[in-house]
């Protein structure tokens, strides 16, 4: 715990101008980002007595062991730019929304062909129509199964759609009238995008058009005694009516709108928002947050407005967002959602009519929200607490290991012999924080000596970043395990900050960073240690990740195991293992998060695996990317075909010059020629022209698989 007076900024340093600051924690981690209309007057309530603080502000200051800033022009600037770096620090106390889950949205994918409708998640991708987001997913569907009656848009698979254009059959969709069939020529590109141009303009509210043609036309048919016609389009317009129903009427005027209601208490405060477009409720979801700071409502508002708005644009961003408070102040907050928009966008607190009545559903929704949330989360606290303590108390820890890393090593019999690392924090995963790693000290199968080289390699990278920002303590002008041989100064000369810094040891594969780190508070690769390091595997895998602490002179981490077979619980230099009960909480988090470690081991495995059964002859050709290896299958069928093609053959296909050709029929020449296909259940060699590539062997099931390569029924750990 430091002392917030030994980092307070000595007086008359801080300008008295709009800003962000940002205070750090020893590691150099980022731990809070705020904004100031004035950083001296804002800063300096930070640095006053703790008694008067907030208990969880308190908490932060003295967590932090720094704190910098930078001067921006305006309010403006500041807002955009807090929002920036929460983003990219993602800092533990500041307020951060989440949800238990990925809010489903009903897309058209106005960038393919053929556009399709589909629910789709996660982030939002360029060139796609999206409306919603939806509580749950069979809501998109069951309005989907409705319009399309009238609206027969694409909404297969690509797989799928590539797979009736080869047989030139439709779907079951295509012969009861729910799709167009654009895979069998039944109706033209042109004409099946305005059909999904109509069908988008339907779902964000223009729906009056589409009703009053079909009454025509139903009309018309009647009058011409079309009947059966008749009779269909009558159908269409109770399809239509039926699905608007779904989403009834709320605002007479047809507004576009977003409501935003709190719900809170002292530690936590629930978010919902409801999406009015057309006068329809057509979205609704919520959020969830600790109240890590003491932060009003107004501010709960202005944060839920930056993560809402902070990568939307255009009609993204409604014309009216209506809140419980507004942000202090107003004016910068609402000229920046103007900008996203791109137009004048009114934010205020509904006082009368429809508007206030809807805004007291979203805050009776918020309410039950928060209650709900917090009879979950009494329960999961509990039990998170009680398996961190059960877990010291086993391991006899001077405190609960609120860090815990574990490492798998997994291959297929030697092969591709591959590690992970995945940690959790708080006994909750932290992704961001997983990295794997590729077993380069040796060949062969060898899970110790592989168990070694990986905790020596993790944790050289930890020693590493300790001495390149000065946090090593030597004394007596001893070196640290990293200083260069007879003498006491450091091998890894300290950057200056935002100064990108090869890794120690080169590795390319042990993160998301590719070998490089930064010192301007963004996470780096290794640079925060655990309270405990669990092993996959029994004593001999321990006590080898221990021989590794060991030689790096790092003693003030915990290191067990999790054996399969018993799950028993080994330690160093123990020859008998922990036993903990079958019921234990603590058990239980171990078994969590040795099998997270096991999966993302085995599935970087398999990814290598794949990737090197499916390498060919012309993966050796210099210059040569996807695309075009693609087309020349494509254009020849097989590289038998291509291999006895000529140069001029070859200069035939879209995008291959001479010189390439005569590169790709060197190559294919050297190479040798692929082991033909094998049927193994019948012992039929098959042609290479067939579907299946080149060097493949069929199953008994009629599958291809790489001839000599184990299946799924060999070895994998």
Known sequence: MADPSSYRPKPGQIPDSPGVYRFRDEHRRVIYVGKAKSLRQRLANYFQDLAGLHPRTRTMV???ASVEWTVVSTEVEALQLEYSWIKEYDPRFNVKYRDDKSYPYLAVTMNEEFPRVQVMRGHKKKGVRYFGPYGHAWAIRDTVDLLLRVFPVRTCSAGVFKNATRTGRPCLLGYIGKCSAPCVDRISPEDHRDLAEDFCDFMAGRTGTYLRRLEKQMTEAAEEMEYERAARLRDDIEALKKAMEKSAVVLADATDADLIAVAEDELEAALQIFHVRGGRVRGQRGWVTDKVEDVTTAALVEHALQQLYGEESGDAVPKEVLVPALPEPVEPVQEWLTGRRGSNVSLRI??????????ET???NAQQALALHKTKRASDLTTRSRALEEIADALDLDSAPLR????????????????SMVVFEDGLVRKSEYRRFQIKGFAGQDDVRSMHEVITRRFRRYLAEKERTGEWPEEDGTASPLTAPGTATPAVTP?????LVAAPDGDADDGRVNGFKDDDGRPRKFAYPPQLVVVDGGQPQVAAAKRALDELGIDDIAVCGLAKRLEEVWLPEDDDPVVLPRSSEGLYLLQRVRDEAHRFAISYQRTKRAKRFRSGPLDDVPGLGETRKQALIKHFGSVKKLRSATIEQIQEVPGIGRKTAETIAAALAQAAPAAPAVNTATGEIMDDSEDEAPGTTADASGEPVAAGAPDDRGQER
């Open 362 to 364: 979203v805050q009776r």
């Open 495 to 499: 950057p200056a900050a935002t100064t």
């Open 350 to 359: 509904p006082q009368r009519g429809d508007k206030k009545a809807l805004m």
């Open 62 to 64: 003295t967590t932090a």
């Open 404 to 419: 815990i890393e574990c490492y798998d090593i997994s291959h297929l019999q030697g092969d591709d012999v591959v590690a």
